[in-house]
């Protein structure tokens, strides 16, 4: 299994940008077998998809909520994935969670195709 760990969550104006790095350890393929995604969870609501990325990084898939603020990236020769958040709204105030499955497979949107995950960072957006 993956260890994830994310990291450069915090308090931010509405407006504001926060870039989210995830590093990923205890790989048995190479980073770049495994299809990453970003989700989040606010209090009181289920997981939901933010992002993901393929295994190549040449295509990318973002909740309609996030399409043309948020850039996921990845850096396989550093084994971590990215998360750059722009124009963040108070709405986008949740835990925000680094995913993979597990080496080679392929991943959809879906948070059950997902096997490993980190502890999460908390985002607050505030008015």
């Known amino acids: 299994q993956v260890q994830l760990v994310e990291s450069g969550g915090g308090l931010v104006q509405a407006g504001g940008s926060l870039r989210l790095s995830c590093a990923a350890s205890?790989?048995?393929?190479?980073?770049?077998?495994?299809?990453m995604g970003w989700f989040r969870q606010a209090p009181g609501k289920e997981r939901e998809f933010v992002a993901r990325i393929s295994w190549s990084g040449d295509s990318t898939w973002y909740a309609d909520s996030v399409k043309g603020r948020f850039t996921i990236s990845r850096d396989n020769a550093e084994n971590t994935v990215y998360l750059q958040m722009n124009n963040l709204k108070p709405e986008d105030t949740a835990v925000y969670y680094c995913?993979?499955?597990?080496?080679?497979?392929?991943?959809?949107?879906?948070?059950?195709?997902?096997?490993?995950w980190g502890q999460g960072t908390q985002v607050t957006v505030s008015s």
């Open positions: 995913a993979a499955p597990h080496g080679g497979y392929y991943a959809s949107s879906n948070s059950a195709d997902f096997r490993s």
């Open positions: 205890g790989l048995t393929l190479t980073f770049a077998r495994y299809i």
